[in-house]
Nanobody, 126 residues
């Protein structure tokens, strides 16, 4: 089982910065790690993710302000700069493990397993 432990949320003024961290003791490399967020009354949305090979995706709304990075195989960081009140949300660490196999018929079997952290509150307010 993969358990994700988050840290780094809090209250910050507009224009400020925060750094979120997420780590796990899972011994194998996770294929994708990243961050989602959910604001009150809104759906959970992708903020940024990074693959084990280093491919990075950002939401348009955070491009140029947020930076995702990965260290020690299964630790992911989200550096958030120039924060605005619109960034206020609960931020969730996400990880995906992908397995592949082969049926006797030669059909490729692909399974994806998603894991979530407990969430950390980020509030941007003056």
């Amino acid at each position: 089982q993969v358990q994700l432990v988050e840290s780094g949320g809090g209250l910050v003024q507009p224009g400020g910065s925060l750094r979120l961290s997420c780590t796990t003791s899972y011994i194998f490399s996770l294929d994708i790690m990243g961050w989602y967020r959910q604001a009150p009354g809104k759906q959970r949305e992708l903020v940024a993710n990074i693959s084990s090979g280093g491919t990075i995706n950002y939401a348009d709304s955070v491009q140029g302000r947020f930076t995702i990075s990965r260290a020690n195989k299964n630790t992911v960081y989200l550096q958030m700069n120039n924060l605005s009140p619109e960034d206020t949300a609960v931020y969730y660490c996400h990880a995906r493990r992908i397995t592949t196999g082969l049926r006797p018929s030669k059909e490729v079997i692909r399974n994806e397993y998603d894991y979530w952290g407990q969430g950390t509150q980020v509030t941007v307010s003056s």
